[in-house]
């Protein structure tokens, strides 16, 4: 691949909601090659501290009604809204795969340097996405913070995001930047 190949993988990546999936299959093999991009990630220490929970199948099912339940415990009843719960159940069922992002603290590095390295393990997962014609987003709900009644992370896991994903029926948007200019300073003296 060529710098210019590259520039235009990472130009073309999106946040792209569920209703833009096709509901064809991520094949096994395309999912591994997914989950192996993301262990190639930079990380300090060498701590891999990114953890990964693979929500497929019927599965789908039982997350939707999870997250579900848990907009309902934490919104006031007078304020639930019909839309964003079938918006909820919507986003995992058009989803082929759903992955929790997780990340282990190594004790090694400040513990913000295992997020960034995590941080970064999903952006090379949503490139290796892109590249595929597989959309995906990270999600951050505040339901994130109570994945371990949903499923065993793992110990000292903490999960700091959902990251949705499905095959494409669509060509992706073109995506607007602000000049670059505007966010560099250069100190040559």
Avoid at 21 to 30: F, L, R, T
Avoid at 37 to 64: D, M
Avoid at 68 to 83: A, F, G, M, S, V
């Amino acid at each position: 691949m060529n710098p210019e190949e590259l520039f235009h993988t990472i130009k073309k990546r999106r946040a792209v909601m569920p209703s833009f999936y096709s509901g064809q299959n991520i094949s096994k093999e395309e999912l591994n090659l997914i989950l192996e991009s993301a262990n190639w990630a930079p990380n300090h220490r060498r701590t891999e501290p990114w953890r990964f929970v693979v929500i497929e199948g019927e599965a789908r099912s039982r997350f939707a009604a999870f997250m579900l339940d848990q907009y309902k415990l934490n919104t006031k009843e007078e304020l639930h809204n019909e839309r964003k719960m079938k918006d909820i159940v919507d986003k995992c069922e058009l989803s082929d795969k759903i992955i929790l992002i997780g990340m282990k603290p190594s004790h090694l590095v400040p513990e913000w340097e295992d997020l960034a390295a995590t941080a970064m393990a999903v952006q090379n997962m949503w490139l290796m996405c892109t590249s595929m014609e597989i959309g995906a987003y990270w999600s951050s709900p505040g339901a994130i913070s109570k994945m371990h009644e949903f499923t065993d992370l793992g110990e000292e896991v903490t999960c700091y995001g959902i990251f949705y994903m499905g095959k494409l029926k669509t060509d992706l948007f073109e995506g607007q930047r602000n000049p670059m200019d505007a966010k560099v300073k250069f100190i040559q003296n």
